[in-house]
C-alpha cells in the first residue's frame, strides 16, 4: 500500500468531492443539448439514468468496504484483484487517465469561458492556464488543501443552486412542459447519452481511498446518499430552467441554468447563479485533477509504470511526479486546441469501465472467494448480483449507442491499441 499517502480527508471533503464533481459543468452544459433531442422529458431522463446510476455504485461500495478500499486505484484495483490478472484493468485504466486528462483540458477551456464572460478584457487562453497551474498548486501542497478547497467551493455552489431552484420554482409555466415528448421515444433514448455525462465521473471518489479517514466504512455509505441526493437536485434544477424558458429560449441557450435565472431573479441574484457555473466547473476542474494521479499509483505499484510515476513525496504526502505528468499534457491538449483527442473518448471509456466494474461484482464471490468474504458493507447479496445485472444491461446499451459514433471508435482503439503497447513493454521490463 502507498504508505506516504495522508489521510486528511473526512465525511465532508467526501461529499464535496462527490457531489462537486458531479453537479458540475454536466447539469450546466448538456441540458440544453439534451432537450433539442426530446424536449422537457430531460427532466424524466434524469430520473430514468438515476437508478443505473445508483445500481453501477453499488459495486464500488461493496469494493470499497473491502481492504481494497484503503488504497486508491478504484476500478482498476478492483477488477485487476477479482479477476487475478492485469491485463484489461490496464487498459481500462489507461483510458480513464486519457479520457481524465482530456476532461481537465475541457474543464479549464470551460472556466476560461465562464470568467471571460464576466471580464471581457481578460485572455481566454491565461485564464484557462492559469486555472490548471492553480489546482495544480493546490493539489501538490497537499490533499487537506484540496479537501478545504472543495468545501467551500461546493458551499458557494449550493448556495447558487438554492438562489435558482427556491423562487424559480414559482416562475414555472406550464405550458413550457408541453409537448413533454417532443420526438418521442427515439428522441428520448438518444438524449439519454448526452444526460449521462452529467453523472459520468462519480466513481472518482474511490480515488480517495488512500487519503479518507475511515475509508472502508465512510466512503460505501457516502456513494448511496451522494448520488441520490444528486438526483434530487439534478431534478429541481432541470424542472426550472425547462418551465421557465420557453422552446425558442432554449433552442438558443447554451446556458439554461443562467438564462433561466435572468428572466426572474434581479440582477445581483442572478449573478449568484453564473458564480454557482463558475464553481461548479470548479469543483468538478479540482476533483478531476486528483484522479490520473492516484491511478498512476496503483499502476506503479503492480510495475506496469515507472516506479517514480507514482512516488508520493513524504513532505507533502502527494504524487508530484504524477501530477506534473497529468497538468503538462493537460496544458498540451489546452494550448494545441486538441482536447476533442481525448475527450470524445471520455465517455465511452467509463462506460466500458462501469460495465466491467459491475462484471467484477457479479463475479467476485466465484472469482476471489477470500476478497468476497472481507466485504462489511451490509447489502444483501441478491441486491448486489441485480444491481450488477442492471448496470451492466444499462451500460450495454449505451456502449451499443457510443458505438456508432465511427470516430469516437477509431480514437478509442487508437488508443487502447497505445496502451496495450505499453501494457506488454512494463510487462516485459519488470519480468527481465
Not at 168 to 197: D, K, Q
Not at 211 to 221: A, C, H, N
Not at 348 to 377: D, G, I, K, Q
Request: charged share 10%; with cysteine.
Amino acid at each position: 500500500m502507498p504508505s506516504n499517502l495522508r489521510r486528511d480527508l473526512g465525511t465532508l471533503e467526501s461529499y464535496a468531492t462527490l457531489l462537486g464533481i458531479l453537479i458540475g459543468a454536466g447539469i450546466f452544459k448538456v441540458t440544453s443539448d439534451a432537450w433539442a433531442l426530446t424536449g422537457p422529458s430531460v427532466i424524466a431522463g434524469y430520473l430514468v439514468l438515476a437508478p443505473v446510476i445508483l445500481a453501477t455504485s453499488i459495486a464500488y461500495s461493496v469494493f470499497l468496504s473491502t481492504p481494497l478500499g484503503e488504497v486508491p486505484g478504484g476500478e482498476y484495483t478492483h477488477i485487476s484483484r477479482t479477476f487475478g490478472g492485469y491485463g484489461l484493468a490496464f487498459v481500462g485504466a489507461w483510458l480513464k487517465i486519457i479520457s481524465y486528462i482530456g476532461a481537465l483540458a475541457y474543464l479549464a477551456n470551460a472556466f476560461a469561458d465562464y470568467v471571460t464572460q464576466l471580464v471581457p478584457a481578460i485572455s481566454h487562453i491565461g485564464v484557462a492556464i492559469g486555472s490548471l497551474l492553480f489546482f495544480y498548486a493546490i493539489h501538490v501542497a497537499g490533499v487537506r488543501w484540496f479537501g478545504r478547497l472543495q468545501v467551500w467551493m461546493c458551499a458557494l455552489l449550493g448556495v447558487s443552486i438554492l438562489v435558482l431552484v427556491v423562487p424559480g420554482l414559482f416562475a414555472i409555466r406550464a405550458e413550457n412542459y408541453r409537448p413533454f415528448f417532443t420526438h418521442g421515444a427515439s428522441g428520448f433514448v438518444a438524449a439519454l447519452a448526452p444526460l449521462f455525462f452529467a453523472y459520468a465521473g462519480f466513481e472518482s471518489l474511490a480515488q480517495t481511498a488512500g487519503e479518507v479517514r475511515d475509508s472502508t466504512s465512510r466512503l460505501p455509505r457516502i456513494f448511496i446518499r451522494g448520488i441520490t441526493a444528486t438526483m434530487v437536485i439534478y431534478f429541481l434544477m432541470s424542472v426550472v430552467a425547462l418551465g421557465v424558458l420557453s422552446p425558442e429560449q432554449l433552442r438558443v441557450s447554451t446556458a439554461p441554468m443562467t438564462d433561466a435565472a435572468q428572466r426572474y431573479l434581479p440582477l445581483g441574484a442572478a449573478a449568484i447563479v453564473t458564480l454557482g457555473a463558475i464553481m461548479a466547473v470548479s469543483t468538478s476542474l479540482n476533483a478531476t485533477m486528483l484522479v490520473p494521479s492516484r491511478v498512476a499509483i496503483m499502476l506503479s505499484e503492480d510495475r506496469l509504470a515507472p516506479r517514480w510515476v507514482g512516488r508520493v513525496s513524504p513532505r507533502t504526502g502527494t504524487p508530484i511526479a504524477g501530477l506534473t505528468i497529468t497538468v503538462a499534457v493537460a496544458l498540451a491538449l489546452l494550448i494545441s486546441g486538441k482536447i476533442s483527442v481525448a475527450l470524445n473518448i471520455a465517455v465511452f471509456a467509463l462506460v466500458v469501465l462501469y460495465f466491467l466494474h459491475s462484471l467484477a461484482l457479479l463475479l467476485l464471490p466465484r472469482l476471489n472467494p477470500e476478497l468476497f468474504r472481507s466485504v462489511t458493507v451490509r447489502i444483501p447479496l441478491g441486491v448486489q448480483r441485480s444491481m450488477a445485472i442492471l448496470s451492466m444491461l444499462a451500460m450495454a446499451v449505451l456502449i451499443v449507442q457510443l458505438a456508432g459514433d465511427k470516430e469516437t471508435m477509431m480514437l478509442a482503439g487508437f488508443w487502447t491499441a497505445i496502451g496495450a503497447v505499453l501494457y506488454f513493454v512494463e510487462r516485459r521490463s519488470s519480468s527481465s
